[in-house]
């Protein structure tokens, strides 16, 4: 048997008279990869009621309208009835796994450097999964809560947008005009006591409404802290001071000045956007053993999902083009 040595060129960076320098590196990874987003913080996280996880929804009040006035002498009572349905939100699951290797684990114990990184990579995983839970929150591919058809959330984004609340601002309209306008729409209802609590939207988006302000208006708009320690900017309204948050995962398409790029806004009522949740709302780390091949191995669970409680009228979609 013939061994093999590695030439110690290959590994120093430097050979000379009474030195020999070799790779050293910093105990710590520079890291500031995204790891969540706002919107998932500040909606409701409820328990599921089972699968799918249902609920009921009243449409309407009893309400005897103009045939309630009768003749107090002749009183003849209309019947009435509230109006309630049925609907419910099927669970997902996003999982995700990382292994161990003992013989790599045992040998970064032995070199005494990245002692964290064990550590460090499982709390990445559980990240990762909440970076797919944040997105899917918004933009998850599912087109039904009734008869799901992937096994992805149905996003706040689709679930908006088939309660038939849109709105398009187009290139010659006025952005803030528009969402104020919208905003007052909503609280104006006379069937539903809607108010809205925030605004969200891509980071480019909000620069162009503070260009808009700042151009238009010659006012610089005021910040304030919101839930979770965010400081944003706030649009006056007649549901009063909203939040403008910025929410990266809020894409958009093209070119924002080409006139051709769409950039999307959603007003929403916070309180009326749950997460439905199985076991705990926070992922789980289950520990499955050292198989055969010698390998920790951590898996990282999550089951719920997201449903827009009024999709109908708490809530709207602004479509800018610009």
């Known amino acids: 048997m013939n061994a093999t040595f590695t030439d110690i060129h290959a590994a120093a960076d430097y050979i000379g008279p009474g030195a020999i320098e070799v790779p050293l590196y910093q ?35 009893p309400n005897p309208g103009t045939a309630g006035f009768v003749n107090p002498r002749s009183i003849a009572p209309p019947v009435v009835s509230p109006t309630r349905v049925e ?54 591919n599912d087109t039904s809560l009734s008869s799901p058809t992937t096994t992805q959330y149905m996003g706040v984004t689709a679930q908006i947008a088939a309660g038939g609340n849109t709105v398009t601002v187009t290139t010659s309209m006025k952005i803030v005009d528009t969402i104020k306008t919208t905003v007052a729409q909503m609280v104006a209802n006379s069937g539903f006591h809607v108010r809205p609590t925030a605004i969200y939207a891509n980071p480019v988006l909000l620069d162009l409404v503070d260009q808009e302000m700042k151009s238009e208006y010659n006012v610089v708009l005021n910040t304030d802290q919101i839930t979770g320690g965010f400081r944003v900017k706030m649009l ?5 001071d909203l939040p403008l948050i910025p929410d990266w995962s809020l894409s958009y398409t093209g ?16 309180d009326l956007i749950e997460y439905h949740w199985l076991g705990d709302p926070a992922p789980r780390i289950f520990q499955l ?26 809530h709207y979609q602004v479509l800018v083009d610009r």
């Open 27 to 61: 105990t710590e990874i520079f890291d500031i990869c995204r790891r969540s987003s706002p919107f998932g913080q500040r909606i409701k996280q409820v328990p599921a009621t089972g699968h799918p996880s249902r609920f009921f929804q009243e449409s309407a009040i």
């Open 87 to 140: 609907l419910s939100v099927p669970l997902k699951a996003i999982v995700a796994q990382i292994n161990y290797n003992l013989f790599d684990i045992e040998l970064g114990n032995q070199q005494q450097q990245f002692a964290y990184l064990q550590a460090k990579d499982l709390v990445d995983t559980v990240s990762g999964v909440m970076v797919t839970h944040d997105v899917a929150l918004w933009n998850g």
């Open 236 to 240: 006056s309204t007649q549901a009063g």
């Open 255 to 270: 070119t924002p000045g080409s006139g051709s790029a769409v950039l999307p806004a959603y007003i929403v009522t916070e």
């Open 289 to 314: 053993g050292l198989p055969n091949s010698l390998t920790y191995q951590y898996v990282v669970v999550k089951f719920g999902a997201p449903v827009v409680k009024g999709a109908g009228y708490a």
